[in-house]
């Protein structure tokens, strides 16, 4: 079994930052891909950035020069650092992590007021 725990979302202005965590425990195998997720209101879920066990990573265009994707793998936590918050990214953001299937996490809602 795989859990992915997250935290660190919440209420911020226009321009802010925040900082989400996730924290994963379980049968996770060494080599994975960790990532983020959103999903707006009346809107599909979407991309927001992926990080593989090497360290590579991918961002939405939407994202780009603004969020941040790390991860600590002796801890099992990817992290997404969120500067330049704009109204649009408010959503609920999910932790996903690929091994041989999607894990995801439970949700955590940023609001980003203007």
Same mark, same amino acid.
């Given at each position: 079994?795989?859990?992915?725990?997250?935290?660190? =979302?919440?209420?911020? *202005? $226009?321009? !802010?930052?925040? %900082?989400?965590?996730? /924290?994963?425990?379980?049968?996770?195998? &060494?080599? @994975?891909?960790? =990532?983020?997720?959103? *999903? $707006?209101? !009346?809107?599909? %879920?979407?991309?927001? /950035?992926?990080?593989?066990?090497?360290? &590579?990573? @991918?961002?939405?265009?939407?994202?780009?020069?603004?969020?941040?994707?790390? %991860?600590?793998?002796?801890?099992?936590?990817?992290?997404?650092?969120?500067?330049?918050?704009?109204?649009?990214?408010?959503?609920?953001?999910?932790?996903?992590?690929?091994?041989?299937?999607?894990?995801?996490?439970?949700?955590?809602?940023?609001?980003?007021?203007?």
């Amino acid at each position: 079994q795989v859990q992915l725990v997250e935290s660190g =979302g919440g209420l911020v *202005q $226009a321009g !802010g930052s925040l %900082r989400l965590s996730c /924290a994963a425990s379980g049968r996770i195998f &060494s080599i @994975n891909t960790m =990532g983020w997720y959103r *999903q $707006a209101p !009346g809107k599909q %879920r979407e991309l927001v /950035a992926t990080i593989t066990s090497g360290g &590579s990573t @991918n961002y939405a265009d939407s994202v780009k020069g603004r969020f941040t994707i790390s %991860r600590d793998s002796a801890k099992a936590t990817v992290y997404l650092q969120m500067n330049s918050l704009k109204p649009e990214d408010t959503a609920v953001y999910y932790c996903n992590l690929r091994i041989f299937g999607d894990y995801w996490g439970q949700g955590t809602q940023v609001t980003v007021s203007s």
